[in-house]
């Protein structure tokens, strides 16, 4: 199963392994999945962000885990930390929570039961006294998703990327605290 990261009732999340950018490539990146993530992605930008997360894990202890569905063993997402890193950002360094479940897989509750554990296992660990999340505006599953979660929006820290179309600007931040 690769380097065990964490285990929920229905998932386990482990490191990025040999063979994960093509499973990522087939399962995760479609335009549906990728509209408010900078659209698909190349092969070698999908190597790319999985060797930073195995970089992540090796430095720091956490990164983005692939997300296996423990009945049938399929990928089914991703779900991790990482340190905000976009220069545009009013909170640089700040842990970030993010995940992506597949398509054929939304509405199955696999989005919480992963963003629950990582949390939950974040602040057992004292990684941080809060995390954020970003996304767009435009992006109304997720920020929702996040409020749902109990996490509270951070007007202060929006911002605008110029990697983004105007339509995906600002970039809003929510955040959750360990003892919410």
Known sequence: MGDLVLETARLVMRKPQEGDAVLHDLHLNTP??????????EPHQLEAKLAKSEALFAREGFGFAMVIEKSTGDLVGHCGLKRVDNPM?????????????????????YAGEAVRAVLDDAFARDLAPYI????????????RFMEKLGMTRR???????????????????????AKD
């Not at 549906?32 to 992605?41: N, P, R």
């Not at 950002?89 to 509750?109: F, T, V």
């Not at 954020?132 to 997720?142: F, W």
């Not at 605008?160 to 600002?170: A, E, G, H, K």
């Open 32 to 41: 549906a999945m990728m509209e408010y993530l900078g659209g698909v992605k």
């Open 89 to 109: 950002a009013k909170n640089l360094g700040d842990l970030e929570i993010g995940w992506l479940i597949r398509q054929d897989r939304w509405r199955m509750g």
């Open 132 to 143: 954020v999340a970003l996304t767009s505006e435009r992006n109304e599953p997720s920020w």
């Open 155 to 177: 007007r202060d820290l929006e911002f605008d990327d110029p990697t983004y179309s105007d339509r995906d600007n600002p970039t809003i931040v929510y955040q959750i605290a």
